[in-house]
């Protein structure tokens, strides 16, 4: 993936994860069945890192006390869309591509299974209707590379009118992974955050390290931390 060097942090929120991979059980690290075909093992593997990063996404929220617009159930999907391709970056272009399409494949046949009524997800709960999590993953993959991928929508059946714009998708989820990896931190310490001041209509921000029980917000507009307090 272009400019890997240029992001250390995302190299150092890669090795946390891998290390928690290895510690997720002895099962992870078993090799696939030999008599399974080879399109089969990749389709339960990667449907499998999807379903754990999606939880560890749930974790890094909560752990790392990150910012959430909209459903958690929808960034922990984004987050682990976007670890895979963080992972599967050295990987060869065909095998990473092979992989991204098993779980769009996956969902686009969860979204198509009959269901009863008792197991349908209610337009109430946290999680997205299975055809909106497949429309999701889809262009999300699609935007990683709409150029080299032009043929996933027509295959994938992802409509035009959303396909237009998930080169947009694709790249706010970047921006957002790009923001974690800097800005998170071991809770047990702190964390990077800003420090804001207004004043006389002019705005200040200054980074720091802050635990999370100093976090505060003062009478004269600053919002912030302790230790920015200080300076």
């Not at 250390?8 to 030999?34: C, F, M, N, Q, S």
């Not at 591509?97 to 009524?117: F, G, K």
């Not at 008792?118 to 889809?138: C, G, S």
């Amino acid at each position: 993936m272009a400019g890997r060097a240029a992001h250390p942090p995302l190299r150092r929120l890669r090795h946390l994860l891998l290390a928690l991979l290895l510690l997720a059980g002895p099962g992870a690290a078993e090799p696939p069945v030999p008599q399974l075909p080879a399109h089969i093992v990749r389709f339960v593997v990667a449907n499998g890192e999807f379903t754990l990063l999606h939880e560890m996404g749930h974790m890094l929220i909560a752990e790392l006390d990150l910012p959430v617009l909209g459903r958690e159930e929808d960034a922990a999907d984004q987050l682990a869309i976007m670890l895979l391709f963080l992972f599967h970056e050295d990987l060869p272009q065909a095998e990473r591509d092979a992989r991204m399409l098993a779980i769009v494949d996956y969902w686009r046949l969860e979204s198509q299974r009959p269901r009863r009524v008792e197991e349908r997800v209610p337009a109430w709960a946290t999680h997205a209707l299975d055809e909106q999590r497949f429309y999701n993953i889809a262009c999300l993959v699609y935007g990683s590379d709409t150029q080299r991928l032009d043929w996933l929508p027509r295959v994938a059946g992802l409509p035009m009118e959303r396909a237009l714009y998930c080169d947009q998708e694709y790249l706010q989820a970047r921006k957002a992974l790009d923001w974690t990896a800097r800005s998170g931190a071991s809770p047990s310490r702190g964390r990077h955050c800003t420090c804001t001041t207004i004043r006389r209509r002019r705005m200040r921000s200054t980074p720091c390290w802050c635990a999370r029980a100093a976090w505060t917000t003062w009478p004269d507009g600053s919002a912030g931390c302790s230790p920015c307090r200080a300076r």
